[in-house]
């Protein structure tokens, strides 16, 4: 049976220039699981932090050369040990003025000579804990973005090696048809058929599931751009497509956006291409894209077509989920899944809203709730 792996200590940064306080400070934290680490400068003290993670820093305030309020300054400024907590240690007289000082220079906790050790041990083992259970999250958080991507990669295989044997399975069933097409009855005819339609409809699943990994991948590459040129291009090939179509199309003049263009432009088509579907019986047929909002901007495809049941709105952007018949409708139940995959790697969100007969309307954001605009 394999032991399970130790966790690494905590480890704690004690600052005096007095060899005899820092031997103190020691013994005194003495009893708790931790790695002690020693400097007697703030010179030091600032080497120590950018090159080992602590849990918490006791600073002396009155050292020669530079004291713990400009260390602790300096340790704010810098991107690498800003966040490390700075508990100050001293033997000045507790003043408002003092107090004042420290909490501004980046400390949040002063202890004042002579020192309660119970009270002492109490606080450190405070910031121990709370660092131990800060490794564990990203660990965690490491560990779970390490098996997405092994399953991502995993089903791109798949669904990649997948496409070899549809191909074989299609042909030879459009030479049966028509090299021996004749000698066969219509029963034999309509189930090679059916084995056909069944594997361009795999094919196209499999498709749909390497785009939905395609996207998963990769940076996303923000860049300020005019989506009307995107939009109109997909508009295009869709009335190309189907030219005996009539829809009335609602683009605004500009629609300024900041994201990945490629990406961006693989969630529109899925949002526009599924508008065209299902406003396939409505004649008018209506769709139109824009955008509303100021401090929050919401992008929008909206359409006049069959709508759906909101109570299942909240199954729209999980794959494979479809809420109208085959029959009726086409589609792999992937296209949303794409549009969510994209939008959530932008920082944004989307959700839909509809209702049966009344058309349905998709709106999504491209940056989190708590950033501004560029």
């Not at 049976?1 to 005096?16: N, S």
């Not at 400070?25 to 003290?45: D, K, P």
């Not at 996303?220 to 995107?230: G, I, N, Q, Y």
Request: aromatic share 6%; hydrophobic share 45%; glycine share 6%.
């Amino acid at each position: 049976m394999t032991a399970e792996r130790e966790a690494p200590k905590e480890a704690i940064l004690i600052v005096d220039d007095v060899e005899a306080n820092l031997i103190a400070l020691e013994a005194q934290l003495g009893t708790l699981n931790c790695e002690i680490v020693r400097a007697r400068s703030g010179n030091e003290a600032l080497r120590l932090l950018l090159k080992q993670d602590f849990a918490v820093i006791l600073l002396d305030v009155q050292m020669p050369e530079m004291d713990g309020y400009e260390v602790a300054r300096l340790a704010r400024e810098n991107q690498a040990t800003r966040e490390v907590p700075i508990v100050f240690v001293t033997a000045m007289h507790e003043s408002e003025e003092s107090v004042l000082h420290g909490y501004g220079s980046g400390a949040i906790d002063f202890l004042f000579k002579p020192i309660n050790p119970r009270i002492l041990r109490g606080k450190v083992q405070v910031f121990l804990e709370l660092a131990a259970s800060r490794r564990r999250l990203l660990d965690e958080i490491a560990a779970h973005e390490k098996t997405v991507s092994e399953l991502e990669a995993f089903s791109y295989s798949v669904s990649h090696d997948l496409r070899a044997p549809l191909r074989p399975i299609d042909g030879f069933c459009a030479v049966l048809l028509e090299d021996h097409g004749a000698v066969l009855d219509d029963k034999a005819r309509n189930y090679l058929e059916r084995v056909r339609a069944a594997a361009r409809r795999m094919g196209t699943l499999i498709d749909d599931l390497l785009a939905l990994s395609k996207v998963s991948h990769g940076a996303v590459l923000r860049r300020p751009f005019d989506l009307v040129p995107v939009l109109n291009a997909i508009v295009s090939q869709l009335r190309e497509a189907e030219p005996e179509r009539l829809v009335d199309i609602v683009i605004p003049p500009t629609l300024e956006v900041r994201a990945d263009r490629r990406l961006l432009e693989i969630a529109l088509e899925n949002l526009i291409r599924n508008a065209w579907k299902f406003t396939r019986d409505r004649s008018p047929a209506r769709i139109e894209i824009g955008a509303v909002g100021e401090s929050e901007v919401a992008y929008f495809v909206q359409d006049n077509g069959v709508g759906f049941d909101p109570a299942f709105a909240g199954r729209l952007f999980q794959p494979f989920q479809r809420l109208h018949r085959v029959q009726d409708f086409e589609g792999t139940g992937i296209g949303l899944a794409i549009v969510n995959r994209v939008i959530v790697r932008h920082g944004g969100r989307i959700w839909a809203e509809s209702s049966l007969g009344n058309g349905a309307r998709f709106s999504f954001t491209l940056e989190p709730r708590s950033s501004p605009r560029s």
